[in-house]
């Protein structure tokens, strides 16, 4: 189910707001469309039960006629304007093709059986609706179109043509049958009303489309705080001097801002701190190397004199490394657009003057970053590379969103349950501990904390024939250094 959410925070507010608007209008739709047709059927069930005792009473006005008086009768009221039924007694039951279906059909004719039955003691009466376009009315079977204006014009014809007659059809003596046809004055009787109309649907969607705009301005107006709130950590993780965040806004935002800001201050009075720190065992620790090494110097044993030497100068080197190593996580640097190609080439040329050999394939666009830090980062690797393997292949793999940098040595390799500890500050895989056959182990941890700085990535892997591959990613755009 996560997965076919939207990915933004925007996009999963609206589609809460449209899937419950949606869902209160079809709720209130259903409760609404019921209870009217509740009510609906109520009123019907009045009505029909007041036209089955009219037409009970019509029957049984009929019946105490005398047989030959009743085509009289029928004449004169059909010359006259007749009643609200059309009523005539034919020598056969006339076909009625009948329509529709629903509860409310079923109601009526129900209703007009059980008061039959009881009032005339009649059961096999017949109860049908019809389309006024088939409607038959006479022994000959006439249409009710073709009936002369009169005989119709207060009873069936005073409706809309189109509204559904209900014909009464039931046996008389002398195998005649009487047949009444009279309209019933509700819409929808023969039908189960679609409760989703049109006209519903037009408004169900003017409303969504209001409360979708609405909640859109609103969303966006509330998420684009939380959009600043994002730029800025991401700004934090590569720059800890970034401008501060406002801290307008709503109370929520406001204080969300003010805990941002003072954690971002807590955390550059830390790095300072440390920086002060390093800074100050580095130079505390200068001196007395200087004082010993000058001592060192005015030993007569030369042999002893070399190994005193040589010690200070691994402890020198381990003071620096170390300095560098925090250095190396504070990039206090303005962003430029560089060529990769061409820092690679310099760095090429300054280890060709040691003798290492760099072989540097591919092309690559300008890219933001902070040059020094970036620079140190590929030296790194690459003085690795050239102390490991002699020589190195570098690979400049370019596209619209990131630039890869692949750079292959000729050495040993790393055991692939080494990779991730090679990182850690200090960690020498070569067995003789030595700083001149070794380094210091902080090499790689600087080059991968430079690059993730800058919002890349950097991975190891060995060659398939020898050698260590050394991977560099760095994003361009919104998740590159800002």
């Known amino acids: 189910m996560a997965r076919l959410l939207p990915a933004s925070l925007r996009g999963r507010f609206l589609l809460i707001m449209v899937v419950g608007v949606l869902g209160a209008q079809l709720a209130s739709y259903a409760i609404w469309t019921t209870q009217a047709r509740d009510a609906q059927l109520e009123r019907l069930d009045e009505t029909s039960n007041n036209i089955a005792y009219s037409v009970a009473s019509t029957v049984r006005f009929f019946r105490s006629l005398p047989y030959d008086y009743r085509h009289i009768v029928l004449d004169q009221l059909r010359d006259m304007g007749g009643t609200r039924f059309f009523v005539s007694v034919n020598d056969h039951r006339i076909p009625v093709?009948?329509?529709?279906?629903?509860?409310?059909?079923?109601?009526?004719?129900?209703?007009?059986?059980?008061?039959?039955?009881?009032?005339?003691?009649?059961?096999?009466?017949?109860?049908?609706?019809?389309?006024?376009?088939?409607?038959?009315?006479?022994?000959?079977?006439?249409?009710?179109?073709?009936?002369?204006?009169?005989?119709?014009?207060?009873?069936?014809?005073?409706?809309?043509?189109?509204q559904p007659i209900l014909v009464i059809q039931l046996p008389m003596e002398r195998e005649q049958w009487l047949y009444v046809a009279t309209l019933l004055p509700m819409s929808d009787i023969v039908r189960d009303g679609n409760w989703l109309s049109g006209d519903r649907l037009f408004v169900a969607l003017v409303v969504l489309l209001t409360v979708i705009g609405l909640s859109w301005l609103?969303?966006?107006?509330?998420?684009?705080?939380?959009?600043?709130l994002a730029r800025a950590a991401r700004r934090l993780g590569h720059d800890l001097d970034s401008p501060p965040l406002s801290e307008g806004g709503p109370q929520e935002v406001a204080a969300t801002a003010v805990a941002f800001n003072r954690m971002q201050q807590r955390i550059q009075h830390q790095v300072e701190e440390r920086e002060r720190l390093f800074s100050a065992i580095s130079h505390d620790l200068k001196t007395p190397i200087t004082r010993l090494r000058l001592r060192a110097e005015m030993l007569e044993d030369s042999t002893l004199r070399e190994r005193f030497t040589h010690s200070l100068d691994e402890l020198d080197q381990l003071v620096r490394g170390a300095l560098d190593s925090v250095k190396g996580l504070d990039m206090h640097e303005?962003?430029?657009?560089?060529?990769?190609?061409?820092?690679?080439?310099?760095?090429?040329?300054?280890?060709?003057?040691?003798?290492?050999?760099?072989?540097?394939?591919?092309?690559?666009?300008?890219?933001?970053?902070?040059?020094l830090a970036f620079k140190r980062c590929l030296a790194n690797l690459l003085e690795n590379a050239i102390f490991y393997g002699q020589r190195a292949e570098v690979q400049l793999e370019d596209a619209h969103d990131v630039l890869r940098v692949v750079?292959?040595?000729?050495?040993?390799?790393?055991?692939?349950?080494?990779?991730?500890?090679?990182?850690?500050?200090f960690v020498?895989?070569?067995?003789?501990?030595?700083?001149?056959?070794?380094?210091?182990?902080?090499g790689l941890g600087i080059a991968r904390h430079i690059i993730q700085a800058h919002g890349g990535q950097l991975t190891l892997n060995n060659h398939a024939r020898e050698?260590?591959?050394v991977t560099l990613t760095l994003p361009r755009g919104d998740d590159a250094v800002v």
């Open 334 to 371: 303005d962003v430029e657009a560089i060529e990769p190609r061409r820092l690679l080439e310099e760095l090429a040329e300054e280890l060709a003057l040691q003798g290492g050999d760099i072989d540097i394939a591919g092309h690559g666009e300008p890219i933001a970053v902070k040059p």
């Open 407 to 425: 750079i292959r040595d000729h050495g040993p390799g790393i055991a692939a349950d080494e990779h991730d500890r090679v990182f850690a500050p």
């Open 218 to 228: 609103g969303i966006r107006s509330a998420t684009r705080t939380l959009a600043r």
């Open 428 to 442: 020498r895989l070569e067995p003789s501990r030595s700083r001149h056959t070794g380094g210091s182990g902080l």
């Open 97 to 162: 093709e009948d329509i529709g279906d629903g509860p409310g059909k079923a109601l009526v004719v129900d209703t007009f059986g059980a008061v039959l039955n009881r009032e005339l003691g009649i059961s096999n009466a017949v109860v049908e609706f019809s389309d006024p376009a088939t409607l038959r009315l006479l022994d000959n079977e006439v249409l009710l179109q073709d009936i002369p204006p009169r005989w119709g014009q207060h009873s069936l014809m005073s409706s809309a043509i189109e």
């Open 467 to 469: 050698g260590l591959v």
